[in-house]
């Protein structure tokens, strides 16, 4: 998205619109109070051109006021793209929110709804051919520069470019003997994490801080110059990227983005779990996750035929209860162990609801019950 600055706008509702973005974003970066700020700014101005007679909360429609805004964006040249359409629309819709609740007008909560917000588009995964990623880290490694480098961490580490633009100097962390990580700071989703790091993960970063201490002699804390600006960085990586696929042949366009994608691939085939998958590209929901994945048919044959030579299951169920079970300890566990089987089988027939959630909790109750069994000294 294109960063803008719109004038300030002359509508008394102006201030109320400022303090609503700032309250959404205390906890969001910069770059999110100034899109905030903006949207605000941008809506008022269409309201002081196209209906100058609207000066309060109390006076906001739906119709006119709210759906001629959105014919306005979608009349701009060049046109917006859906995402950066939809969020601007999520964007006054939460200021909106946030003005009804704190100016008691409740009414504004109906002026933006969620129909109103463009579906997104199923994006495929994208990473790269496995010749093309070969091509192109030849390439990286044959360069040896900073630009270089710095996009070899990218495809090694599955980061984000922005997160990439944004580590510290000391992003190197030992957590372990001969166990290292890359800590990513704060990036997209105001989450920070460790990524591990291998031998040549390592190599990489060290490399960038001999390059960083010998060519730049202003030190701001970060691991990549930026001395003509955060933007500049990321627009010379996607720059460095589009000239070496160039100049191996390559004549799709690349994006830096695609390293996630290929990293994310490249770990599931190599055994790494969704959940574990997850923590390492920084995500919340295993929904995004499945995004970056791209499953082949040779992926699903492989794990086909592992399943039949090597079938797991996530517990042997538990041995059949009878009455000639002994009146001991290990009978009674045995016991509880079945009721906590087929307690948790009858559990998950049920649709989730009031009965499923109570069952849950016996079950919780008959846990606690094995635990503390367990523990009896019996002789």
Known sequence: MRRQTFPPPRNPMAALFQKAAESLTT????????????????????LDVQYPR?????????????LGWFSLLRS???SLAKMTYSHYVIRLRRILEELAWTHGVPSLTRLVRADDIPRPDMCLPRPLTAEHDQLIQQELLRRDD?????????????MRIGECIDLPFDC???????????????????????VPADAFVCGIVQRLQRLRSQHERVRDGFLLARSRGRTRVGYELRLALHQIAATVGIATRIVPHQFRHTFATEMLR??????VLMK??????PKMTLRYLEVSLADVQREFQLA???PRHLAPAPKTLSTSLAADLSGFLASLHTAQHVLEMFRRTLPVGSKRRLLERLANRLTKITSEAQTIDYQ
């Open 27 to 46: 906890s969001l970066t910069v770059h999110s109070t100034h899109y905030y700020q903006c949207t605000g700014r941008h809506f008022l101005n269409y």
């Open 54 to 66: 609207v000066r309060s909360l109390e006076k906001l429609r739906r119709d006119p006021q709210i």
């Open 76 to 78: 701009r040249q060049p």
């Open 146 to 158: 900073w630009l270089g480098n710095a996009l070899l961490l990218l495809r090694h580490t599955g």
């Open 172 to 194: 190197l962390r030992r957590i372990g003997q001969d166990q290292w990580a890359v800590h990513v700071p704060l990036g997209k989703l105001r989450t920070e994490r460790l």
């Open 270 to 275: 190599a055994g790494v779990s969704l959940p």
């Open 280 to 285: 390492l590209l920084g995500h919340k929901t």
């Open 308 to 310: 039949q030579s090597e």
